[in-house]
């Protein structure tokens, strides 16, 4: 019997949230150039040099970072950062999910506890079945196999252990794969950016701007940065996540073994009342 589904929705406003901070996150001018242009407003030069440098007049404004980094990034980096965003609310989803509580339910193993102290076994088996967790299903697969004796239950247990563990990796999975494409898709885009400089120094017949080639320079530096910017903490939490499954699935095992073992000799004693009749 595989473990119930549960409906996993990450809230739509969150993610929208998480967008606007990752955006605002590179929200900032340069300020070297805006300090330059306050000072040249506050300190205007003479009539005489502005006649002979008509030239510094014509300056280029300054462009505003946030904008060169979507201009540059393209396609490829608007990619990533959806991936970004998917990537972090995954991982505060599993934050949420995998843990102790959600895993192992103090309040059903008190119940079963109670259960137990009063021989309520058809009650144990509905508690623990009605209950979602992982917890609550090893426990109701032990109790059917305690039909067909001790060892039977604790094997029923053990395979339905493998199928939660396998269940709580797959949530973890994307991790994994966020961790290795995020290198990848920064290649890609540093092979664009290096094949658009050399197609400029290659096809230029007079004499080719620095701006045009330092532009594909810059799509292939910054779309390898945000890359690896991503694959990091992909591959950090992917190993945060994998230990706590590992020792969630055990604690899990151990827990339903132990109560499986002390219903199946709670159900061979016999009452005290009979014991002293």
Same mark, same amino acid.
């Given at each position: 019997?595989?473990?119930?589904?549960?409906?996993?929705?990450?809230?739509?406003?969150?993610?929208?949230?998480?967008?606007?901070?990752?955006?605002?996150?590179?929200?900032?001018?340069?300020?070297?150039?805006?300090?330059?242009?306050?000072?040249?407003?506050?300190?205007?030069?003479?009539?005489?040099?502005?006649?002979?440098?008509?030239?510094?007049?014509?300056?280029?404004?300054?462009?505003?970072?946030?904008?060169?980094?979507?201009?540059?990034?393209?396609?490829?980096?608007?990619?990533?950062?959806?991936?970004?965003?998917?990537?972090?609310?995954?991982?505060?989803?599993?934050?949420?999910?995998?843990?102790?509580?959600?895993?192992?339910?103090?309040?059903?193993?008190?119940?079963?506890?109670?259960?137990?102290?009063?021989?309520?076994?058809?009650?144990?088996?509905?508690?623990?079945?009605?209950?979602?967790?992982?917890?609550?299903?090893?426990?109701?697969?032990?109790?059917?196999? +305690? $039909?067909?004796?001790?060892?039977? @239950?604790? *094997?029923?247990?053990?395979?339905?252990? =493998?199928?939660?563990?396998?269940?709580? /990796?797959?949530?973890?999975?994307?991790?994994?794969?966020?961790?290795?494409?995020?290198?990848?898709?920064?290649?890609?885009?540093?092979?664009?950016?290096?094949?658009?400089?050399?197609?400029?120094?290659? +096809? $230029?017949?007079?004499?080719?701007? @620095?701006? *045009?080639?330092?532009?594909?320079?810059? =799509?292939?530096?910054?779309?390898?940065? /945000?890359?690896?910017?991503?694959?990091?903490?992909?591959?950090?939490?992917?190993?945060?996540?994998?230990?706590?499954?590992?020792?969630?699935?055990?604690?899990?095992?151990?827990?339903?073994?132990?109560?499986?073992?002390?219903?199946?000799?709670? @159900?061979?004693?016999?009452?005290?009342?009979?014991?002293?009749?």
């Amino acid at each position: 019997m595989l473990t119930q589904a549960r409906q996993r929705q990450f809230p739509v406003w969150l993610m929208l949230v998480l967008l606007v901070v990752s955006m605002s996150t590179f929200t900032f001018s340069q300020p070297t150039a805006v300090r330059a242009q306050a000072e040249e407003a506050a300190n205007p030069a003479p009539v005489g040099d502005a006649a002979k440098k008509p030239a510094a007049a014509a300056a280029p404004q300054p462009k505003n970072f946030l904008w060169w980094i979507i201009v540059t990034s393209g396609p490829i980096g608007a990619f990533l950062l959806a991936i970004s965003i998917y990537f972090i609310a995954t991982v505060m989803q599993l934050f949420m999910e995998l843990r102790a509580p959600l895993v192992l339910p103090p309040e059903l193993i008190e119940e079963c506890e109670k259960l137990l102290a009063k021989r309520d076994f058809n009650a144990i088996y509905k508690v623990a079945k009605e209950n979602t967790s992982e917890l609550g299903q090893l426990i109701a697969i032990g109790m059917v196999g +305690l $039909s067909s004796g001790l060892s039977d @239950a604790r *094997e029923a247990i053990d395979r339905q252990g =493998e199928v939660m563990t396998v269940d709580m /990796e797959r949530r973890i999975s994307m991790l994994a794969v966020i961790g290795t494409l995020g290198p990848l898709i920064g290649l890609l885009g540093t092979l664009k950016g290096m094949i658009g400089s050399f197609s400029v120094i290659a +096809l $230029s017949d007079a004499q080719m701007k @620095a701006s *045009e080639v330092a532009g594909g320079i810059s =799509e292939a530096l910054l779309l390898t940065f /945000e890359g690896v910017i991503l694959s990091v903490p992909a591959i950090y939490f992917f190993a945060v996540f994998k230990n706590r499954v590992s020792s969630l699935s055990v604690q899990a095992l151990n827990t339903a073994d132990e109560f499986i073992r002390r219903l199946h000799a709670a @159900a061979h004693k016999k009452p005290a009342a009979e014991a002293a009749s």
